[in-house]
């Protein structure tokens, strides 16, 4: 059996600590579950354990020896092997490439590609993955990046397996597909710690589970023992957790009609309307289109044919400034590449697409532009010690507010929410929720995507059910349940 | 050297013979190079020279430019020698560096004539019309002692600008050939040494001479090694309101130094120009005169001298602009 | 106390640059006597400015993430434009030069935007890089700027149009003039409008800020046609300076101009810069070329102490943001 | 059949820069006759050579994510170097000539690597662009290389030496051969080894490369002396063939040597790119040149033909990938 300890282990950003002090230690042959909001230090820990990061004081320690690590490659050597929550995949390679990448098999001083691909065909179906090799990773959808990051994890067989929520863009059969995975690695006494915001789902895969708050250590549980409420007071203190409120009413008016939309390969014959103040779901499984539906109608990628009316009117050659004039407001899943740009500060981040409404003629009015900024911080909670520090320096689920605050400023009329909660922490998605049903009450209809069934059943008015680039139903909430709605979603007749 | 205008081979007898050369029949074709290394007026007039020249003899004629890169100018040579083509009319790009191409394609058998720079020590040159920029240097250098003897009492102060990061060798020898003719008034000091070819580069840095030196007594001559750096100078000096103050004297003459030179603003005294058209067309001449046979004597070029412009003598000035008017159309 | 200590050490990383420009100024000042005067001083402004209008549009261009190494050619054709169009219509007897020579600058900086236009529109709608588009570009109007000209200086130009490159108005040189113009009007547009903010935005991340609205395209369209109206506009005052227009004016200066954007703090990755801090650059540099010349340092020597010197400055500038963060 | 239609299709694809080659030759073949001779071939390949060697440099370079626009003062640097060791060993009466220029190529190849690992020891320690830093370096290599020679050619090299730029084995250039073996040799690096795809993972994502155990930073100072080394060598094979070393050699090459890398298909982007890609965008620039000089077509034409090709190859470049996808 193997210990991994770390003692006392702090650091530290300008204005922010990130881990405070942090004592704590994980045993072989079992699963950890480690969680805090958003935030929380988290991340943090993984890359200090992974060599990502050197912490500004403490250390720790594998089997009572202490390791010092210079870069990422010496904690692969040592046996520790990370899934980061960043995607890190290198595009322009294959699928073998990415997942031997520093240590690919030599025949003498060159590469043995032949080897390669056999070894990476094995390893693949080994876990069960359906992906060819010799496949360029630009090639890949999201869910199979993760899939690929986590068997290049798995690949070197390490001695410790950080997993940094593996499973946010993962849907229910491949989780079950990863958490197949763990449970041989577990038998192979492998230190497994594992990153989550879907508490749910610890109970199934994890034996203890370790709470960060405010880069400190709250402590550390055996998971059967606990209750899905302690965790959550572990995690925030107190906190309610809501349900929707019932004085949300939903408009008679069709706002947004959209007939027979197509894309080739993609999605077709795509027909639904959302009516004045509703919020409408849409579920369905990984890669059954509902991003590039969602983006098609706000003119961000084409569509073959169709029609799309917005409040009587039909929009043609949709495009995002056309969108978002007509009050349309899209959140990217992909916040990173898509929702933020990084270098930019905050309160920038934050006025991106309302800049007409802060701008008098070409001018930017500053002082409009300091309110925005202030009321999207003031009301989404947003952690931040200064509006002027980049956005990047941000945890997740601060930069999902950032996100939704730049489009809440444009006092949209119907918004699209893709994946809002994706890796964010149970507070700051009510908090989103509450700011969806506010909208809902303001008169602003949502279109929201997400993975995570139960949160469609708690949040929407109606769910429509996506697969393979079809509408294939729809179900009000409360006539279903998180298995009903599953089971639609895939269609399994 | 002298400025032995007798060296230099008239151009009138030298297409008069034209004629008599073109009439030869049943010749097989020839056809030949001519290679300039810039892209300025001179070059190009240069190689307007060597056209007109091909063209009058009735030979093809295949023109390039090197662009002051010397392994293009290699390049160029080798193309040229794997073609086969009878010879070659070059401006190198250095007396040194560019003999090494040339050797070679003349043990391949194809005649080299040079125009413009003189080749080291080159037996193997069947011709050529070069200029001496020791002597383009001395000639200007000689009309700036008089001019401070006469008009500045023997008492000047000089800043001179160059292009030696372009062409060393050629921007050293024009310097030398200036300033030794100054070296023997005592009260002549030359207070600046910059370089600067293109217009634009000159205005600046004389600029900057000028105001930096207002205050230990200002600039009296400004001396440029070239065009550029001329035609800048004088602009410079009437920008900075030096007019009457500051004079400038320079090589090389076109159209612009001749306006300057006729303009009443008195900033441009004298400068040394040559002939590029004929230098060209009399480098491709001797060269075709090789290729057929009337050969002259191998390793000997012919030094084409500068034609002094200065304001004293307006009538020569206004003559070498009509012919410049002539070739540039 | 602590608040004074932080509020030095926050000046001093706001003005690094500015500070090192003072120290290297005060340097020159004892060495060269000459260099502190005003006479001097504006005539390192009036040296800057032919780069300098470029190097703000260039500016905006690097926020952008862009590039643009054509902007040489278009100072040498602008040039020849201006002096072509001038004679020409002087000589069929439509106009004297005095008048022609507006309409000259006028077709130039048509002929500029245009130019501006097909490398934007290039880069957007085939997403080819602008380093590569505007190689190529940097070719094909240097050709055909000499194919204009037939390869000849143009000076067809009238007495009064030196005023713009060398005038001076109250004992200001007018092309130092113009270029504080030029900064204001850029440094006002990037900081306080709506296309300004959107040029960050469009730099830092594309698809984020098409996402969020922002016209991308558009945006780097009208970039890449204001670098290129601004070259055309040092073009001009370059052959104002010089009175006449020529194919190889403006050789190099795309290096200039790009070092003193990146001196002044810009990215070269976009998202990133300050038209003052370009401004911090070029005059770096003016001052740099203008004390070497009056130390009247041998031109090898110039060369590397240039080279060391842009090296020098980025790197405080790396330093001094790292810093920050 | 469907399947044959598919392949032609990949084939197209794949060689689509090769086609346009052949298309563009047989054009310059019907014109100009001598064109299709094996001298003037070979010609073209030893022409190509010296830029070449450096091409395949700069194709990890940029594969890597970086630029290195020193390259050119390299160039000159190693011819004065190589030559001033050779002549002042035998001046000094400690070798002749022809031992002591082994000695000279050697030292410019230390001196070069010095350079690059300079280079990139900056870009990784510092975080400073390539672009930046070779600029800088641009300069001061070229000052050096002007204080070294006196701005004087060189000249001090023995007979033998002419055989590297010069020579023929078995009818074919010297330089052809050695262009011919530092392509198999990058090819097989970039191909076939480790460091080959640490290159590509460095270039196409740092920070994933990193945090794979890819030790990005010495990947980057490798590639960046790797070129330097390839540029003192075309530098001593430039010397050889004019049998001097001056400052001004290899002025304005970094954009030919870039330009081939793009034409053949590298992304400034990064991780993309192929070392055949840029023998071929060597061989197009290279059969361009020799054609318009054969055809004799005006200078100036020729900046004009130059350019639109440049862009018209990256443009079909482009167009082909995005089929691709
Ligand atoms: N590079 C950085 N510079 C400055 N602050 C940082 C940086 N990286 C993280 N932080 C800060 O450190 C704290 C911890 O962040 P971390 O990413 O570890 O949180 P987390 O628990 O993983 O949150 P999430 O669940 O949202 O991913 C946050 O306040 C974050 O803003
Ligand atoms: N740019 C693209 N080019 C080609 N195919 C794409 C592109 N983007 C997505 N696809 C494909 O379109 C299909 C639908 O993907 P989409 O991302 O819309 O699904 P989704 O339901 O939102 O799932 P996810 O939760 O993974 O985002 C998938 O098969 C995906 O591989
Ligand atoms: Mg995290
Ligand atoms: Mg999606």
């Known amino acids: 059996?193997?210990?991994?300890?770390?003692?006392?282990?702090?650091?530290?950003?300008?204005?922010?600590?990130?881990?405070?002090?942090?004592?704590?230690?994980?045993?072989?042959?079992?699963?950890?579950?480690?969680?805090?909001?958003?935030?929380?230090?988290?991340?943090?820990?993984?890359?200090?354990?992974?060599?990502?990061?050197?912490?500004?004081?403490?250390?720790?320690?594998?089997?009572?020896?202490?390791?010092?690590?210079?870069?990422?490659?010496?904690?692969?050597?040592?046996?520790?092997?990370?899934?980061?929550?960043?995607?890190?995949?290198?595009?322009?390679?294959?699928?073998?490439?990415?997942?031997?990448?520093?240590?690919?098999?030599?025949?003498?001083?060159?590469?043995?590609?032949?080897?390669?691909?056999?070894?990476?065909?094995?390893?693949?179906?080994?876990?069960?993955?359906?992906?060819?090799?010799?496949?360029?990773?630009?090639?890949?959808?999201?869910?199979?990046?993760?899939?690929?990051?986590?068997?290049?994890?798995?690949?070197?067989?390490?001695?410790?397996?950080?997993?940094?929520?593996?499973?946010?863009?993962?849907?229910?059969?491949?989780?079950?597909?990863?958490?197949?995975?763990?449970?041989?690695?577990?038998?192979?006494?492998?230190?497994?710690?594992?990153?989550?915001?879907?508490?749910?789902?610890?109970?199934?895969?994890?034996?203890?589970?370790?709470?960060?708050?405010?880069?400190?250590?709250?402590?550390?549980?055996?998971?059967?023992?606990?209750?899905?409420?302690?965790?959550?007071?572990?995690?925030?203190?107190?906190?309610?957790?809501?349900?929707?409120?019932d004085d949300l009413t939903v408009g008679d008016k069709p706002v947004l009609q959209i007939n027979n939309l197509c894309r080739k390969g993609v999605f077709e014959d795509i027909t639904f309307e959302v009516r004045e103040k509703e919020v409408l779901g849409i579920a369905g499984m990984l890669g059954s289109g509902r991003t590039e539906l969602l983006k098609s109608i706000f003119g961000a990628d084409h569509f073959d044919s169709g029609e799309i009316i917005f409040k009587g009117k039909k929009i043609t050659n949709p495009n995002p400034v056309k969108m978002r004039n007509a009050g349309f407001a899209l959140t990217p899943e992909d916040r990173k590449n898509e929702g933020l740009i990084q270098i930019m500060p905050v309160y920038g981040n934050l006025c991106v697409a309302s800049l007409d409404y802060i701008a008098k003629g070409a001018f930017i009015r500053k002082n409009k532009e300091q309110e925005y900024v202030r009321r999207q911080?003031?009301?989404?909670?947003?952690?931040?010690?200064?509006?002027?520090?980049?956005?990047?320096?941000?945890?997740?689920?601060?930069?999902?507010?950032?996100?939704?605050?730049?489009?809440?400023?444009?006092?949209?009329?119907?918004?699209?929410?893709d994946e809002p909660s994706r890796g964010i922490d149970v507070n700051a998605k009510q908090q989103i929720f509450q700011i969806i049903w506010d909208q809902s009450r303001k008169g602003v209809s949502s279109i929201m995507v997400s993975s995570e069934l139960e949160e469609l059943i708690e949040v929407c008015h109606r769910i429509l059910i996506m697969k393979d680039g079809k509408i294939v139903g729809e179900v009000k909430p409360e006539d279903v349940t998180v298995q009903d709605l599953y089971a639609l979603c895939m269609g399994n007749d | 050297a002298k400025p032995a205008a007798s060296e230099a081979a008239p151009a009138e007898s030298a297409s008069a013979e034209t004629a008599s050369s073109e009439a030869a029949p049943a010749e097989k074709e020839i056809t030949v190079a001519g290679v300039v290394f810039q892209e300025d007026q001179f070059m190009k007039l240069m190689q307007k020279g060597y056209e007109e020249a091909a063209k009058n003899l009735g030979v093809k004629c295949m023109v390039s430019n090197t662009n002051n890169d010397q392994a293009k100018e290699a390049e160029l040579i080798n193309t040229y020698v794997s073609q086969k083509i009878d010879g070659i009319a070059i401006a190198p790009l250095n007396d040194q560096s560019s003999m090494q191409a040339l050797k070679a394609a003349s043990e391949k058998g194809l005649e080299i004539s040079v125009g413009n720079t003189k080749l080291k020590d080159a037996p193997f040159v069947c011709g050529g019309y070069t200029s001496d920029n020791y002597m383009l240097g001395q000639q200007t250098g000689e009309m700036a002692k008089k001019f401070i003897e006469e008009k500045l009492g023997g008492k000047a102060r000089v800043a001179v600008v160059q292009f030696k990061s372009q062409l060393p060798t050629q921007s050293t020898e024009r310097m030398n050939g200036f300033v030794d003719q100054l070296k023997d008034l005592p009260n002549v000091e030359i207070v600046a040494d910059q370089d600067a070819w293109m217009q634009d580069q000159a205005v600046q840095v004389v600029g900057d001479l000028l105001t930096a030196n207002d205050a230990k007594g200002g600039i009296d001559i400004v001396w440029a090694a070239n065009d550029g750096g001329t035609i800048g100078a004088v602009m410079a000096v009437k920008n900075a309101g030096k007019a009457g103050k500051t004079f400038v004297f320079g090589t090389d003459a076109a159209e612009q130094q001749v306006a300057m030179i006729k303009s009443d603003d008195n900033i441009l005294q004298c400068v040394t120009g040559q002939d590029p058209f004929q230098i060209g067309y009399n480098t491709m001449e001797v060269l075709i005169k090789a290729i057929r046979g009337e050969k002259g004597e191998y390793g000997k070029e012919t030094i084409v001298p500068g034609i002094v412009l200065s304001r004293s003598d307006i009538a020569a000035v206004d003559a070498f602009a009509t012919v410049l008017a002539e070739k540039t159309k | 106390m602590k608040t004074a200590s932080f509020n030095f050490q926050k000046f001093l990383k706001t003005y690094v640059m500015e500070i090192v420009l003072v120290i290297i100024s005060i340097c020159i000042a004892f060495s060269a006597p000459g260099f502190l005067t005003a006479a001097n001083l504006l005539n390192i402004l009036r040296n800057t400015s032919l780069k300098g209008v470029i190097a703000f549009g260039m500016t905006m261009v690097i926020i952008c993430g862009e590039i643009d190494l054509s902007i040489s050619s278009t100072v040498a054709m602008s040039g020849i434009i201006t002096a072509l169009v001038s004679g020409k219509l002087a000589s069929a007897g439509i106009m004297p030069m005095e008048y022609g020579v507006i309409l000259g600058v006028l077709l130039a900086m048509i002929v500029a935007a245009l130019v501006g236009t097909f490398n934007g529109w290039v880069r957007t709608k085939f997403n080819i890089p602008t380093f590569i588009i505007t190689l190529a570009m940097m070719n094909v109007l240097y050709g055909l700027s000499a194919i204009l000209s037939k390869g000849f200086p143009v000076t067809t130009l009238p007495a009064w149009f030196s005023v713009l490159g060398a005038g001076q108005i109250a004992g200001i040189p007018v092309p130092a003039i113009i270029l504080i113009i030029v900064f204001a009007l850029i440094h006002i547009v990037m900081q306080y409008t709506k296309f300004g903010r959107s040029v960050y935005a469009a730099g830092g991340n594309p698809e984020s800020a098409r996402l969020s609205g922002v016209n991308v395209k558009r945006v780097k369209i009208v970039v890449m046609i204001a670098v290129q109206v601004l070259a055309a506009l040092g073009g001009i005052m370059c052959s104002s300076q010089v009175m006449s227009g020529a194919h190889n004016f403006g050789k190099g200066w795309e290096m200039d101009v790009i070092a003193s954007v990146i001196i002044g703090g810009a990215s070269m990755n976009g998202g990133i810069g300050k038209v003052r801090g370009t401004f911090v650059g070029l005059i770096f540099l003016g001052v740099l070329m203008n004390g070497m010349t009056l130390l009247n340092i041998n031109e090898y020597i110039q060369y590397v102490v240039r080279g060391g010197l842009i090296l020098a400055a980025v790197l405080v500038n790396t330093l001094q943001s790292v810093h920050k963060k």
């Open chain 1, 1 to 245: 059996m193997s210990v991994l300890r770390a003692e006392n282990i702090t650091k530290n950003y300008p204005g922010t600590v990130a881990l405070d002090n942090v004592s704590v230690a994980f045993e072989s042959g079992k699963v950890h579950a480690f969680i805090g909001k958003n935030g929380s230090g988290k991340s943090t820990l993984v890359k200090v354990f992974s060599g990502a990061i050197e912490p500004s004081a403490g250390c720790f320690y594998l089997d009572d020896e202490k390791i010092t690590l210079s870069n990422p490659q010496e904690a692969i050597e040592k046996g520790i092997s990370t899934v980061y929550q960043e995607l890190s995949l290198i595009p322009g390679l294959t699928v073998a490439e990415n997942i031997f990448m520093g240590r690919l098999p030599m025949k003498g001083p060159i590469i043995d590609w032949k080897k390669t691909y056999e070894m990476a065909q094995k390893i693949l179906d080994d876990l069960n993955v359906n992906i060819s090799p010799k496949q360029l990773v630009a090639d890949l959808s999201m869910w199979q990046c993760q899939m690929i990051e986590i068997v290049k994890a798995m690949s070197t067989y390490p001695k410790v397996l950080l997993l940094d929520e593996p499973t946010s863009s993962l849907a229910n059969h491949e989780t079950e597909l990863l958490f197949e995975m763990i449970r041989n690695l577990k038998k192979k006494d492998v230190i497994i710690i594992y990153i989550s915001h879907r508490l749910q789902e610890l109970w199934e895969i994890a034996d203890t589970c370790t709470v960060l708050r405010d880069g400190k250590f709250i402590g550390k549980t055996i998971m059967k023992e606990t209750s899905h409420k302690q965790l959550v007071n572990m995690m925030f203190g107190d906190v309610e957790i809501k349900t929707r409120p």
């Open chain 1, 377 to 417: 911080v003031k009301d989404l909670q947003i952690k931040v010690p200064d509006v002027h520090q980049p956005v990047s320096s941000l945890s997740g689920g601060n930069q999902q507010k950032v996100v939704v605050g730049n489009w809440l400023n444009t006092n949209p009329q119907i918004m699209f929410f």
